[in-house]
C-alpha cells in the first residue's frame, strides 16, 4: 500500500528550477511532518528541508536555505518543494518522508531515522 508518491524529477540546466510533488495517503494530525531528503551516489541521505502538517513550521538544512522552498496544499495532502538556482552538485535522487509522531516542540526532524514513510524516490539530475 503505497502512502507516498513523489513526481516532478527530470533533467534541468544548471540555473533552472524543478518542482517536486509529494502526495500523502496517510491521516495528517498536529504531529504530522514531512520532508525532503536527497542521496547522491556513494553519498548518505542527506535531510533537505521539513514542515509541520498543522502549524507550518519549517527547517532547512543550510545547504539550500535560500533556494529551495517547500509548501503544502491542505486539500490536496501534497506538499512541493520548488528548486531553483540547481547546481550539478544538486543532481541526486530526492525521497519524500513522512513523521506521523513529532514530539513538542513540534519542528520537524532532521534524521532520516525519524520519518516513518518514504516515496519511491525520483531522480533529479542538473546538467553543467
Known amino acids: 500500500q503505497v502512502q507516498l508518491v513523489e513526481s516532478g524529477g527530470g533533467l534541468v540546466q544548471a540555473g533552472g528550477s524543478l518542482r517536486l510533488s509529494c502526495a500523502t495517503s496517510?491521516?495528517?494530525?498536529?504531529?504530522?511532518?514531512m520532508g525532503w531528503f536527497r542521496q547522491a551516489p556513494g553519498k548518505e541521505r542527506e535531510f533537505l528541508v521539513g514542515i509541520m502538517w498543522s502549524n507550518d513550521r519549517t527547517r532547512y538544512a543550510d545547504s539550500v536555505k535560500g533556494r529551495f522552498t517547500i509548501s503544502r496544499d491542505n486539500a490536496k495532502k501534497t506538499v512541493y518543494l520548488q528548486m531553483n538556482s540547481l547546481r550539478p552538485e544538486d543532481t541526486a535522487v530526492y525521497y519524500c518522508?513522512?513523521?506521523?509522531?513529532?514530539?513538542?516542540?513540534?519542528?520537524?526532524?532532521?534524521?532520516?531515522?525519524?520519518?516513518?514513510?518514504w516515496g519511491q524516490g525520483t531522480q533529479v539530475t542538473v546538467s553543467s
Open positions: 518522508a513522512a513523521d506521523r509522531d513529532v514530539s513538542w516542540p513540534y519542528y520537524p526532524l532532521t534524521g532520516s531515522h525519524e520519518y516513518d514513510s
Open positions: 496517510e491521516r495528517t494530525s498536529s504531529k504530522y511532518a
